[in-house]
Structure formats: C-alpha cells, structure tokens
C-alpha cells in the first residue's frame, strides 16, 4: 500500500499551491492528498470572490477538520505543513495522529518565546486591528513581499502572490500571538509526547514570517520527548520557499528525510 501524504498550507496561500509537491510526490511512490482549509473555496478566485467564508476560523478549528480527513484515509499519512500548516501539523502529531510529520517555518507555539521584529511586521495585517480576530483578511502586494517574498526578486514575489493568495482568518494569529499568556491556548502543542512518529522542522534563515530563531526555539520545547526530533536550515531562503523557485531543494531534502526515516 501507498503511504499517504496530507499537505497543509498556511494563512494567506492556496491549497493548490502545493501542486507540484503532489505531482513529486507521487512520482516517487506517495499518495498526496491537498486539502484546504475548513470552508476554503475550490480555486484561488473562488477564494478571493468570498473571502468572509473562512473567517473566524481558530487553531482548533483547521486541526479538527484535518483530524477528520486523516481520519477517513486508508492508514496514518506523513503530514507536511507550512506556516501555520506547520503548527497544525505539530498539534496532530503530539496528539499521535499521523505516522510522521514535516513543519516548514511552522509558526510559534505556545512556549516559544523570541518574538522578533521582523515577525512582528509580517503579522501586522491581521494583528494591527482588534476588530480583525473574527474577520478574513488579505494582504496587499507589499505586505507579501516583506513577508513571504523577500529572499526572491521583486518580480517574483509579484508572481506568487498574484498566483497564489487569498484571503485568510485573522484569528490563528492573534492565538499564536497570546499564547503564552493563555492557560488553555489553542496554540499549545503536547510536545512531551514519546510515543509519536518522527517530526523534522525547517526553517529558512532569512524568513521574516517565522525567523530561524523561533524554529530553533521551538525544537527546543520538544527537549523531553525521546522522539525523532530533527531540524534543517535552508541558508538564505524565506516563507516563501515551499512556492518559490527553490522549492524543489526542499521538496527533495524531504523526501530524503522520509526515507531515512523508513516512511
């Protein structure tokens, strides 16, 4: 039988942004699946046409819907997020769903403490307003190249946010954002858990989005857990190195790590 793959895309992208991962991945034996997010439209001008149709929608709420898709598969899949993906990824797995997991510059957990300036900037967007917690919003060119694009030309980061943006729920982010000052946060993470499957983070060193520090932070909060626990930095890239013209490199490193792994 086909291993399962679930691919989990993070605020602000589409889930068909993780195409060419799936046509990878089937290429070398997988069953990729791509699922969007709880309420999200079928294609990226669907999702823009209706951007209040995933707002306020929470941690809790994204990680169940993945759980009941998980759930319906032939056998426990490899999940591999991103963003925010990554940090679903992380709470399905510290909750033994899955047979292993892949978080690319996941965002914080509850725990991680750094919070750098250029993170700070990144979530603007949602976090400038209050009023946006149960609102969608949508970032402007501008935004996206300062947050995804900045380790890629002008006229790149141009085209991915052309092809693949759309309007996300604000309110993950203001949960990431107050986790540490939450009892009962959503953004929490049982990172003791001895019993899950393999867990690789990555980060890209320049990442505005979520900074190598906080992805070296994080590996950190899984210090008590014997698990499989790796992390790989990739020099130089930013958030949008899962999309961009690298994306391959990663895609690949990946795919190394499931095999050493025996997934």
Known sequence: MTKPVVFIHGLWLHATSWNRWLELFAQHGYDPVAPGWPNEASTVADARANPDAVADQGIDDVTNHYAAIIAALDGPPVIIGHSFGGLITEKLLGQGIGAAGVAIDPAQIKGVLPLPLAQLRSGMPAL??????????????????????????????????????????????FQAAAANFVLHSEAKVNTKNTDRGPLLL???TADHTVPDVVTRSTLKQYRDSTAVTDLKQFEGRGHSLVIDNGWRGVATAVLAWLKENDL
Do not use: M
């Open 128 to 173: 400038a307003n209050p009023a946006n917690l149960h609102r969608a919003v949508s970032l402007t060119s501008k935004e996206f190249r300062f947050g995804f694009g900045n380790a890629v030309s002008q006229e790149e980061s141009d085209a991915l946010y052309d092809a693949w943006t759309i309007p996300s729920p604000a309110k993950p982010l």
């Open 202 to 204: 990555i980060s890209g």
